[in-house]
């Protein structure tokens, strides 16, 4: 070989470059962060916005019907009476109102739109691409749809005292048991009531979230929740299926008068709880079952 010919030189096979590893804490946070981001989902559609203002005029119109039918000395329903007496019972006679027809049709909406929501939209099968489990899927669409029920109640019982206290005069509360309370431990009264409230929706959501998984028609798995939180309290009502009534998930949903006696009693709350968990535990199982064997085409 020539010295003007160039040494062959040899080189080292190159080492593949390691692909960026996930940090430990980002794994860990990764829960929290799609919780987030099913958070943001929930709350930033139109359609939530606007149940959440349909929600707030219940507690206005009360509070203004009674104000006008006070004002034409037409003494108006006598359960009303303490409306006018204290504006703070807005916030509870506008949660009772609530109960039975508005809070259900709403909690409906959003916990039919959780899994066929995504289905319709054909973001199921890209979320489920990703690094999220079929169960912690499940568990952050479930903790949405509770985390509305929570600021639905919320949002009647602040708008209800809201409205109370620029219509009607404040002052101690009298309570079931008769005896008188302050403002603030009212307050804190109200928010367990909003508490009990958001606790008897979890039966109703795992339903729809299981009726949710049965579907990519997400009109059709609203309809079904809500129809049968009409069933429910229809049958509730039949005195024939006494029986039944225990087992109902709408049974105690108006259990909550414990909470406006003195001293408090916890009785209702915690059979409430019992009935509610129990639903969550089986349906919410029956939504997994379907939907770790479910196809995911969409």
Known sequence: MSPADPTP?????????????VPTSTRRN???ALLGSELALVFRRRRTWAMLGALALVPILIAVAVRLATDGDSGGPAFLGDITNNGLFVAFTALTVSIPLFLPLTVGVV??????????????RYL??????RVRF???KTA???AFCLAATLLVVLVGAAIGAVLFPIGPVTLLSGTQVGGWSYAARALLLALYVTLSMLGLVAIGLFASTLTNVPVGAMAATVVLAGVSQVLDQLPQLDWLHPYLFSHLWLGFGDLLRDPISFDSFGSNALLQLGYLVVFGALAYGRFASKDILS
């Open 111 to 124: 916990a039919g739109d959780t899994v066929a929501g995504e289905a319709s939209h054909g973001t199921l």
């Open 138 to 140: 499940i568990l952050v």
């Open 128 to 133: 489920l691409v990703a690094p999220t489990g």
């Open 144 to 146: 949405g749809a509770i």
């Open 9 to 21: 030189t040899t080189t080292a096979p190159s080492r593949p470059t390691p692909s960026p590893s």
């Open 30 to 32: 990764r829960p929290f």
